[in-house]
């Protein structure tokens, strides 16, 4: 899980430029309850299991600064089809994942759908969703 996560921090440090709307795309939104305004959201979005899984990169990064109860992120200019987003809320702003000696993440992390991992990251079948248009997910950080 670890390695899966911090290679998702590394990927999500790079924030890439918002995507040109235009009547065939659609947008998705992640509304992140994060309590304090410290540190950083970061937020990948994948587009193939094969890149959610490490063979890959996201389709779509980007890094907000956390707010004070919801932090938004919103990206655009996406093709309809299949997408699942990690989050990690990065509170020390130290560009990593941190996690206990045995692994566990001590900074609140997330997937989309609300998805859950069994002794590791969320399948992508788990965090999996249609895009055709726009789409809002309220997500709680963990």
């Given at each position: 899980?670890?390695?899966?996560?911090?290679?998702?921090?590394?990927?999500?440090?790079?924030?890439?430029?918002?995507?040109?709307?235009?009547p065939?795309?659609?947008s998705v939104?992640?509304?992140?309850?994060?309590?304090?305004?410290?540190?950083t959201?970061?937020?990948a979005?994948?587009?193939?299991?094969?890149?959610?899984?490490?063979?890959?990169?996201?389709?779509?990064?980007?890094?907000v600064?956390a707010?004070?109860?919801?932090?938004t992120?919103?990206?655009?200019?996406?093709?309809?089809?299949?997408?699942?987003?990690?989050a990690m809320?990065d509170?020390?702003?130290?560009g990593?994942?941190?996690?206990?000696?045995?692994?566990m993440?001590?900074?609140?992390?997330?997937?989309?759908n609300?998805?859950?991992?069994?002794?590791?990251?969320?399948?992508?079948?788990?965090?999996?969703?249609?895009l055709d248009?726009?789409?809002?997910q309220?997500?709680?950080?963990?």
């Amino acid at each position: 899980m670890k390695t899966l996560l911090i290679a998702a921090a590394a990927t999500l440090a790079l924030a890439a430029p918002a995507l040109a709307q235009d009547p065939q795309t659609g947008s998705v939104t992640f509304e992140f309850a994060t309590g304090k305004a410290e540190g950083t959201v970061m937020v990948a979005l994948f587009d193939r299991a094969e890149a959610w899984g490490g063979r890959g990169a996201a389709v779509a990064n980007q890094a907000v600064p956390a707010g004070a109860g919801v932090t938004t992120v919103t990206f655009t200019g996406l093709a309809p089809g299949d997408y699942a987003m990690r989050a990690m809320h990065d509170v020390n702003d130290d560009g990593e994942l941190n996690t206990n000696p045995f692994g566990m993440p001590t900074e609140p992390y997330a997937f989309s759908n609300g998805a859950i991992g069994n002794m590791g990251p969320a399948s992508w079948a788990q965090a999996r969703f249609s895009l055709d248009g726009a789409v809002v997910q309220a997500i709680e950080l963990r």
